[in-house]
C-alpha cells in the first residue's frame, strides 16, 4: 500500500508541476527562447497571493482567475517592452534578459516582502483524506484538481481557438504560419502572456502548498527546466509526461531515501540526454541543418 500511497501522491504533484511547466514549454516552442525569468513570476505571484490573503483573509483559490488575469497583461507589456525589442538580436540576448529580469522580481520582492519565508496556512492547510492506509494532504489534492482543471481549458483553448491553432502553427512552422498571414510578433506576445498567466495561477497554487520566499525562484526554474528538457523542448505533452516523472521520482525519494531525492530525479534526465538527446517528445534535428 505504501508503493500506491507513493504513486498517487506523485500523480498528484506531476499535476501542479504540469501547470508550472506548461507555459514555459508554450513559450519556447513559440519563441524559441529559454524564458529563466519564469521561476520569479511564479514565486512573485505567490507573494501576491500571500499578501492578499494576509490583508483580507480571501480564500487564496478564489483569487486566481484574478491573478491569471493580471499576470497575462503583465507578460504582454513585459513582451512587448522588452522582449520585442531585444528578440532581432538572437536567441543569447534573451535568456540575458529575462535572468536579468528575474534578478529585478526577485529584488523587489526582498524591498517590499523581505527576505522571509511565506506561507500560507488555512482551515484544511493541515487536513487529509483518509482512505483506509492511504493518507492524501488537502493542499496536494486541491492544487492537482485546479492544475488539471486549468491545463485542460489551456488545451481545449489551444486547440479549437483561432488563437490557439495560429499558436500552434507558429510553433511547429513558423514560416509556414507567417505564409498564411499568422504574425509572428503577435503570436510571440500572446504567448509570453498565457506563459506568464500560467505562472499566475501557479503561484496561487505553490503559495498554498510550498513555503516560500525570494531566492526560491531559483529551484522551481531548475525544475521547471528539468521538466521540458525530459519531456522534450516545446513539446507540451513531453512536459506533463516530465512532470509526472519529476512528481513520482520527488514522492519516491521522500518515501524511501530523502537525502537523495533531487538525485532521482536529475538521474533520469541525464539518462534521457544520453539515450535520447531531443527528450521524450522532442523533435530530432538534422545536423545539416545549422
Do not use: C
Request: proline share 3%; no cysteine.
Amino acid at each position: 500500500m505504501e508503493l500506491i500511497q507513493v504513486l498517487i501522491y506523485g500523480l498528484l504533484l506531476g499535476g501542479v508541476y504540469a501547470l508550472l511547466s506548461s507555459g514555459l514549454s508554450l513559450i519556447f516552442g513559440v519563441l524559441d527562447i529559454v524564458n529563466v525569468s519564469q521561476g520569479a513570476y511564479l514565486v512573485a505571484s505567490a507573494f501576491v497571493t500571500w499578501r492578499i490573503w494576509e490583508s483580507t483573509g480571501i480564500e487564496p483559490l478564489v483569487l486566481l482567475p484574478l491573478i491569471s488575469i493580471v499576470w497575462f497583461f503583465l507578460g504582454l507589456a513585459i513582451y512587448r517592452g522588452l522582449f520585442a525589442r531585444v528578440a532581432p538580436q538572437g536567441p543569447s540576448m534573451t535568456v540575458l534578459l529575462s535572468f536579468g529580469i528575474a534578478l529585478v522580481f526577485e529584488g523587489l520582492l526582498n524591498i517590499i516582502f523581505g527576505n522571509k519565508f511565506k506561507s500560507i496556512v488555512n482551515d484544511y492547510s493541515l487536513k487529509s483524506f483518509d482512505l483506509n492506509t492511504i493518507i492524501l494532504p488537502y493542499t496536494q489534492v486541491i492544487a492537482s484538481v485546479v492544475a488539471v482543471f486549468a491545463l485542460v481549458l489551456m488545451y481545449l483553448y489551444l486547440k479549437y481557438s483561432w488563437a490557439g491553432r495560429a499558436l500552434r502553427a507558429t510553433a511547429q512552422n513558423r514560416d509556414g504560419a507567417a505564409l498564411v498571414g499568422i504574425s509572428h510578433n503577435k503570436s510571440s506576445a500572446f504567448a509570453y502572456a498565457i506563459g506568464m498567466a500560467t505562472a499566475g495561477a501557479g503561484g496561487v497554487l505553490l503559495a498554498i502548498t510550498y513555503p516560500f520566499y525570494p531566492a526560491t525562484h531559483y529551484e522551481w526554474i531548475a525544475k521547471l527546466l528539468g521538466i521540458i528538457v525530459l519531456g522534450g523542448m516545446g513539446s507540451l505533452p513531453g512536459a506533463i509526461i516530465g512532470s509526472i516523472l519529476l512528481g513520482i521520482s520527488e514522492a519516491a525519494g521522500n518515501t524511501y531515501a530523502p537525502q537523495w531525492t533531487i538525485l532521482f530525479f536529475y538521474s533520469v534526465i541525464m539518462l534521457t540526454l544520453l539515450f535520447k538527446p531531443e527528450g521524450i517528445l522532442g523533435a530530432k534535428t538534422r545536423k545539416d541543418s545549422a
